[in-house]
């Protein structure tokens, strides 16, 4: 699986933003998927993840009910609606697809993308 990541840029905090990553390769559809974020100095953590199938899904305690991950299987794609962004959502986010149908593990995620930076400004 190959996976290609956009839609990052240059917001003020409160603003939206949505990010799609679009995958290549056999075996989309039977991958879970997740949203990563890795913020200068600090280690890569998962922000939200989707079952195979879109119907199970995590997020991160500080992005609850403001993101919202989903998939499109028809289309191979995996998105990140992002809304009321606040300066420490700063970060670059990267997709990732996992061996298994859903984990939150990220040592479990063996395809990434490129990744794509969210700079959230006051």
């Known amino acids: 699986v190959q996976l290609q990541a956009s839609g990052g840029g240059l917001v003020q905090a409160g603003d939206s933003l949505r990010l799609s990553c679009a995958a290549s390769?056999?075996?989309?559809?039977?991958?879970?998927m997740g949203w990563f974020r890795q913020a200068p100095g600090k280690e890569r953590v998962l922000v939200a993840a989707?079952?195979?199938?879109?119907?199970?899904?995590f997020y991160e305690d500080s992005v609850k009910g403001r993101f919202t991950i989903s998939r499109d299987n028809a289309r191979n794609t995996v998105s990140l609606q992002m809304k009321s962004l606040k300066l420490e959502d700063t970060a670059v986010y990267y997709c990732?697809?996992?061996?298994?149908?859903?984990?939150?593990?990220?040592?479990?995620?063996?395809?990434w993308g490129q990744g794509t930076l969210v700079t959230v400004s006051s």
């Open positions: 990732a697809a996992a061996r298994q149908m859903y984990t939150k593990e990220i040592k479990e995620y063996d395809y």
């Open positions: 989707i079952s195979f199938s879109g119907i199970t899904t």
């Open positions: 390769g056999r075996n989309f559809s039977k991958s879970g």
